[in-house]
C-alpha cells in the first residue's frame, strides 16, 4: 500500500513492542556494564581511547566511565545522563544510580510481557519510591546539634565513600583530610577554595593537607624568595612588548638606528607600564600571560616577586583566596583590590618547587597535595577524593545521615513490600517489583566480592524483621554485619537522589512506544 511511509530514505522507525525492547536491552547493557564497580569489592575499567596519544584512564567511578562511551542507543543515554547529574548534585552513588534505574526497568520488562500496561506500572512505581523515602525519613540519624558526634559521622561517612576506590588502602588517612578540608569550609558547597595538586613520586600514603594556597610555579631569577606581609597584584595583561614584533609589523626605516629609536620606545612604553603597576604599592605581581625580561628586570630591581604564565584556573583561584581582584589595567590603583597573604615562600615537593601562600584572607582556603605511583594512580586519587568531598559538604549542610552496606536498601524493600500487600490491583505487582529491584543492590555488592548472594541477602532479610536492625552485608568478612558496630554510614541526600533518579528515569524509559531515527536535514547547495 502507498504512503505507508511518510519518511524520508535515511530516517528509520520501531514501533511498540520492538522499541521498547529495544529501550530495556540498551538500558540493561548499560547497567551490567557498570555494576561490577559497585561496593568495596568492585572492580575497575580500563578506558583506552582511540583518538591521538590513545590516552589511558583507569578509574571505577560511574559517572567517568560513561561519560566517556559513545553510545548509540537512546534509552542508554538517558541513564548517562543521570549518572553525570548525580555527579553534579551529590558526587557520589553514581554506579548505584545507574544500577538501580536498569534493574527497574528489568522488573518492569517481565511485567510488560506479562500484560501489564507501562502506565500501570508507573504509577505503581511512583507510590513505591514514595514510600521508600518514607521509610528512610523515619530511619535517620542526625547528629548537627553534638559536633563530636557530627566530626564522626563524617568520617564514618567519608571512610565508606573511599572504600569503594582507588584509596580504600588508606582511607582513614583520606578520610581525615576530606573531613579537615570540609570543616574549613564552614558549611559553604563551593569546592573552589580546596585546590587539589598532583605530584607523582612517593606514595598515596605521603599525601597532605597544606593550610593555605600553592601555585605550582617557580620563582624568577634573582627575585626575592621570600616575602612577609604581601600584597598581591593579580593580573591578566600582557608585559611581552618590550621588543618590535618583526613578523606582525611591516616598518620601513632607512638606517639601524632608527630600529634602535622604535626598540627604546617599545622599552619606554613596557617602563612607564611596570611603573604604573609598582605604584599599586605591591610586592608581589601575579600575570596570567608571560612576562619577558626587561620588565621581569625592573621587578626585581623594584624587589617585586614577579610570577609569570600562572594557569588560568591558578589566578582565578588565587584571586579568590586572596580576597584581591584580577586587573588588567592599572590607571587608577585605588579602585583595584589587591590580594593579601602573611607569607609567600618556595617549598619543595618531591623534586618540584612550588610557591606557597600562607595566612590567606580567606581562611577556609586549603590545598590538598596528592603523591603516587603514576598520573593514572593520581589522577583516579583526585576523582575518589573529590567524590568524598562533595558528599562531605553537602552533608555538611543537610546532616542526616543512615547506615551503609545495602541496609538502607533492606528498610525501603521491607517497607515497599507491606505496601505491595495492602495496596489492591495490578499496581500491586509493580510495587512488589520495585522491592525486588531494591534488593538488587545489596545482592550486586555480594556478587562483586565473590560471595554467595542469595544466602546473604536471605539472611539479611530475616534479620531485617526484627524492630531497630541495624544489620548489612559486610563485605570484609563475608558475613552479615552490624552496620552501627562497623562504622558504615551513608549521607541520606545521596540515598535519596539516587531513589529519585531512578526512578524517574526508569519512568522516562517505560513510556516510550516508538524510536523514530532521522538524518539530519541537508543543506542544499544554493552554488
Known amino acids: ?24 536491552v540498551g538500558a540493561m547493557a548499560i547497567a551490567d556494564l557498570v555494576k561490577t564497580t559497585l561496593g568495596p569489592k568492585g572492580m575497575d575499567k580500563i578506558l583506552q581511547s582511540t583518538g591521538r596519544g590513545h590516552s589511558v584512564t583507569v578509574t571505577n567511578d560511574g559517572a567517568t566511565i560513561l561519560k566517556s562511551l559513545h553510545i548509540d542507543n537512546a534509552a542508554a543515554k538517558v541513564l548517562v545522563d543521570i549518572s553525570k547529574v548525580q555527579d553534579d548534585e551529590v558526587g557520589d552513588g553514581t554506579t548505584s544510580v545507574v544500577v538501580l534505574a536498569g534493574e527497574l526497568l528489568r ?19 511512583r507510590m513505591a519510591a514514595e514510600c521508600a523515602r518514607d521509610a528512610l525519613l523515619k530511619k535517620v540519624v542526625d547528629n548537627k546539634a553534638d559536633s563530636e558526634k557530627f566530626k564522626s559521622d563524617l568520617m564514618k561517612i567519608a571512610m565508606t565513600t573511599l572504600s569503594s576506590k582507588i584509596l580504600s588502602q588508606d582511607k582513614e588517612h583520606f578520610a581525615q583530610l576530606a573531613v579537615d578540608a570540609v570543616m574549613r569550609l564552614q558549611g ?13 613520586g612517593g606514595s598515596l600514603k605521603d599525601s597532605f593537607l597544606d593550610e593555605g594556597f600553592i601555585l605550582d610555579k617557580k620563582i624568577g631569577l634573582g627575585q626575592p624568595k621570600r616575602i612577609e606581609n604581601a600584597k598581591i597584584l593579580v593580573a591578566n595583561t600582557a608585559m611581552d612588548t618590550d621588543k618590535v614584533k618583526i613578523y606582525g609589523a611591516r616598518v620601513r626605516v632607512d638606517s639601524m638606528s632608527k630600529v634602535a629609536e622604535i626598540e627604546g620606545a617599545e622599552k619606554e612604553k613596557m617602563r612607564e607600564k611596570v611603573k604604573k603597576i609598582i605604584g599599586h604599592g605591591i610586592n608581589c605581581f601575579v600575570n596570567r600571560q608571560l612576562i619577558y625580561n626587561f620588565p621581569e628586570e625592573l621587578f626585581a630591581d623594584a624587589g617585586i616577586l614577579a610570577i609569570e604564565h600562572a594557569d588560568f584556573d591558578g589566578i582565578e583561584r588565587l584571586a579568590l583566596v586572596t580576597g584581591g581582584e584580577i586587573a588588567s589595567t592599572f590607571d587608577n590603583p585605588e579602585s583595584v583590590k589587591l590580594g593579601q597573604c602573611d ?3 618556595e617549598i619543595m615537593i618531591g623534586e618540584d618547587k612550588l610557591i606557597h601562600f600562607s595566612g590567606v584572607a580567606l581562611g577556609q582556603a586549603c590545598t590538598i597535595v596528592l603523591r603516587g605511583a603514576s598520573h593514572h594512580v593520581l589522577d583516579e586519587a583526585e576523582r575518589s577524593l573529590h567524590d568524598a568531598l562533595c558528599v562531605l559538604s553537602q552533608t555538611v549542610n543537610d546532616s542526616r545521615v543512615l547506615l551503609g552496606g545495602g541496609w538502607p536498601e533492606m528498610i525501603m524493600a521491607k517497607e515497599v513490600d507491606v505496601l505491595a500487600k495492602k495496596t489492591p490491583g495490578k499496581k500491586s505487582h509493580a510495587i512488589e517489583a520495585f522491592s525486588r529491584a531494591l534488593l538488587a543492590i545489596p545482592t550486586i555488592i555480594a556478587d562483586n566480592a565473590g560471595l554467595d548472594s542469595a544466602e546473604l541477602v536471605a539472611q539479611l532479610r530475616a534479620e531485617h524483621h526484627k524492630e531497630g536492625c541495624t544489620a548489612g552485608i559486610d563485605v570484609i568478612s563475608g558475613t552479615v554485619g552490624d552496620m552501627a558496630e562497623r562504622g558504615i554510614s551513608e549521607a541520606f541526600k545521596v540515598k535519596q537522589a539516587v531513589l529519585l ?27
Request: charged share 30%.
Open 188 to 200: 559553604s558547597t563551593n569546592l573552589e577554595s580546596i585546590q587539589i595538586i598532583k605530584k607523582p
Open 501 to 527: 533518579s531512578a526512578t524517574e528515569a526508569a519512568e522516562m524509559i517505560l513510556r516510550v512506544d516508538e524510536i523514530i531515527t532521522c538524518a539530519p536535514r541537508q543543506r542544499e547547495n544554493r552554488m
Open 1 to 24: 500500500m502507498p504512503g505507508d511511509n511518510i519518511f524520508k530514505d535515511e530516517a528509520s522507525e520501531e514501533k511498540g513492542e520492538r522499541a521498547r525492547l529495544a529501550s530495556f
Open 343 to 345: 607569607l609567600i615562600e
Open 107 to 125: 522488573e518492569a520488562e517481565k511485567l510488560v510481557a506479562a500484560k501489564i500496561h507501562p502506565m500501570t506500572i508507573i504509577s505503581g512505581y
